[in-house]
């Protein structure tokens, strides 16, 4: 209970054996502990250095065990003072990353212009997006003319199971030549279990990511997949992306119904934690703290689930979660 001050177990066992027997030598200390001299000398110097062992001011040769009042108040306030220190550490650390961080934007950027970020090269947009993705508040479109030679991310560490997990809106449209496969029909499997909508159809006409209804990133070069990307948040582009989006989305083919959920894994970690606390009454604020996510994260996914489940309170939220033994 002691280690944050620096006094493990047995230190203190020392230390509490030299308060309750201020007259014990090493040895005596050692058979009362049932532990060697040799280690309880070196627990000894320990405390020395703790300063819960010092020097007696009527006789320089003898030692005495602080008071744990002196003695472990002051081990308090100076970890406290080295926390302090340690803290401001961090932030001018945490300074110092966002200044890179912006310099490392401008690497990748190879010129912007008002609404306009083109980034050169498969990598600094693979990079820019993933930054991207992660600062999605709401959700993340996507159509995604990839074949089956494509590499493909495994299913265990995607990078768009966190975007779900997170409770963003994910709609995915991929080439009917790719779900064929069977690598390709696992992955949009793994997107749909996890509460994403997945579409396919048999031809694209380019890849277009969409982040907030905000932000579109599309391929420099529909032909050249590794010249790089280019990233438009003017009103007028997003809105013709919207279109070509919602164009091919309302003409692709649904490929899993809700029917298809796993119900052996029908949730994510947090939507299940959510349910679990909502069960118990918690509020959103109450959820939001205990999961140590944000008030507008909870209330999202309290929605995304009362989608799916159809429930309009919370009432049937948690009746229709109980049918189906998610809680």
Same mark, same amino acid.
């Given at each position: 209970m002691l280690e944050p001050l620096g006094v @493990? @177990?047995?230190? %203190? &066992? =020392?230390? #509490? &054996?030299?308060?309750s027997r201020p007259d014990s030598t090493p040895a005596q200390i050692a058979g009362l502990l049932n532990r060697p001299v040799a280690e309880i000398l070196d627990t000894m110097d320990q405390l020395r250095k703790l300063d819960l062992l010092v020097p007696t001011w009527t006789d320089p040769d003898a030692e005495h065990a602080v008071h744990p009042r002196v003695g472990l108040s002051g081990l308090a306030e100076r970890r406290r003072g080295e926390l302090t220190r340690m803290l401001n550490? /961090?932030?001018?650390?945490? +300074?110092?990353?966002?200044?890179?961080?912006?310099?490392?934007?401008?690497?990748? !950027?190879?010129?912007? +212009?008002? @609404?306009?970020? =083109?980034?050169?090269? *498969?990598?600094?947009?693979? *990079?820019?997006?993933?930054?991207?993705? /992660?600062?999605?508040? #709401?959700?993340f479109w996507g159509m995604v003319p990839?074949?089956?030679? @494509?590499?493909? #991310? $495994? =299913?265990?560490?995607s990078p768009d199971a966190p975007l779900l997990e997170r409770g963003l809106k994910m709609r995915t449209i991929y080439l009917q030549s790719m779900t064929v496969s069977k690598p390709g029909l696992d992955y949009a499997a793994m997107l749909h279990r996890l509460g994403g909508e997945v579409r396919a159809t048999p031809t694209l006409p380019m890849r277009l990511l969409i982040l907030d209804h905000e932000i579109a990133i599309m391929a420099m070069d529909p032909e050249n997949p590794t010249a790089g990307a280019v990233i438009h948040r003017s009103p007028s582009v997003l809105a013709l992306a919207l279109a070509l989006f919602d164009s091919y989305w309302a *003409?692709?083919?649904? /490929? %899993? +119904?809700?029917?298809?959920?796993?119900?052996?894994? $029908?949730? !994510?970690?947090h939507e299940a934690e =959510? /349910? *679990?606390?909502?069960?118990?009454?918690?509020?959103?604020e109450q959820v939001a703290r205990l999961l140590g996510i944000s008030l507008r994260t909870a209330r999202r996914? !309290?929605?995304?689930?009362?989608?799916?489940?159809d429930a309009t309170s919370r009432f049937e939220l948690g009746v229709a979660a109980a049918k189906r033994g998610w809680v």
């Open positions: @493990d @177990d047995a230190t %203190f &066992a =020392v230390y #509490h &054996a030299l308060l550490e /961090l932030s001018q650390a945490e +300074s110092s990353a966002d200044v890179i961080a912006e310099q490392y934007n401008e690497l990748l !950027t190879s010129r912007s +212009s008002g @609404d306009i970020e =083109v980034l050169k090269g *498969r990598a600094n947009a693979s *990079r820019r997006i993933e930054e991207l993705g /992660l600062k999605a508040k #709401h959700s990839a074949h089956i030679d @494509d590499a493909l #991310h $495994p =299913v265990e560490g *003409r692709a083919t649904e /490929l %899993f +119904s809700p029917e298809d959920r796993d119900d052996n894994n $029908p949730l !994510t970690p =959510v /349910l *679990r606390l909502l069960a118990g009454g918690a509020k959103d996914i !309290t929605a995304n689930l009362s989608d799916r489940l």
